[in-house]
């Protein structure tokens, strides 16, 4: 089955313990990118990647590293989290940057206290 | 700046009522216009893709058009399990991001 898959689908932290969300997919996308979603902000773009070892800031960064080494896998890095970044967060695949519909993972709630 | 609007934020529905959720957009260079489908607490599913200017698709009970300005999403005799929120995005040519640019979602209800 097609999919994008994450892990932890939960995450109970404490503020500056590092941790990583991890996101895999299964369709040989070359795009990928992470969103968080927020109650009346929706989904805003935090980093993106157009292929192998090439990854780009999105809308709201701070406070994230990514890294694609392989080109299934795109995890999420919080080196030291903070409770602003308590969000739902979600990764999305799709062929390719221009015009293709993205496909997403089924989330991750992480909450920093 | 490129802006997606949705509306109305929230509607409710008999089943069986028919309507329509609208999405307006200022964009510069639309690459594409895309709907999906949230259900609470799970990622979004995708449902269209249109491009151009008097494109139409559908999709069971779902029709989704787009206008210059604006797109609607028609919901024809809707059941219980088309509940959900109803997410509108545009991709702009601006930078190459690949960033959708989302609107804030029309939570649909609809009652038996």
């Known amino acids: 089955e097609a999919q994008v898959t994450q892990n932890p689908r939960y995450l109970i932290t404490v503020t500056g313990k590092k941790l990583t969300v991890t996101c895999s997919q299964n369709?040989?996308?070359?795009?990928m990118s992470w969103y968080r979603q927020d109650p009346g902000l929706g989904l805003r773009q935090i980093y993106y990647?157009?292929?192998?070892?090439?990854?780009d800031k999105g809308d709201v960064p701070e406070g994230y590293k990514v890294s694609r080494k392989e080109k299934r896998n795109f995890p999420l890095i919080l080196e030291s989290p903070s409770p602003n970044q308590t969000s739902l967060y979600f990764c999305?695949?799709?062929?390719?940057?221009?015009?293709?519909?993205?496909?997403f993972g089924p989330g991750t709630r992480l909450t920093v206290t | 700046e490129d802006q997606v609007t949705q509306s109305p934020e929230a509607l409710r529905l008999q089943e069986g009522e028919s309507s329509s959720l609208n999405c307006s957009y200022t964009?510069?260079?639309?690459?594409?216009l895309f709907w999906y489908r949230q259900d609470p607490g799970k990622g979004p599913e995708f449902l269209f893709t249109l491009y151009s200017a008097g494109e139409e698709k559908e999709k069971e009970r779902l029709k989704a058009t787009l206008t210059k300005k604006e797109s609607f999403l028609h919901i024809t005799a809707p059941k219980p399990e088309d509940s959900a929120t109803y997410l509108c995005?545009?991709?702009?040519?601006?930078?190459?991001?690949?960033?959708?640019?989302f609107g804030q979602g029309t939570t649909l209800q609809v009652k038996p």
């Open positions: 990647s157009m292929n192998v070892e090439v990854t």
């Open positions: 995005a545009v991709q702009a040519p601006v930078g190459n991001t690949g960033k959708l640019i």
């Open positions: 964009v510069s260079g639309l690459r594409g």
């Open positions: 369709m040989n996308h070359e795009y």
């Open positions: 999305a695949s799709s062929l390719g940057d221009r015009g293709y519909e993205q496909y």
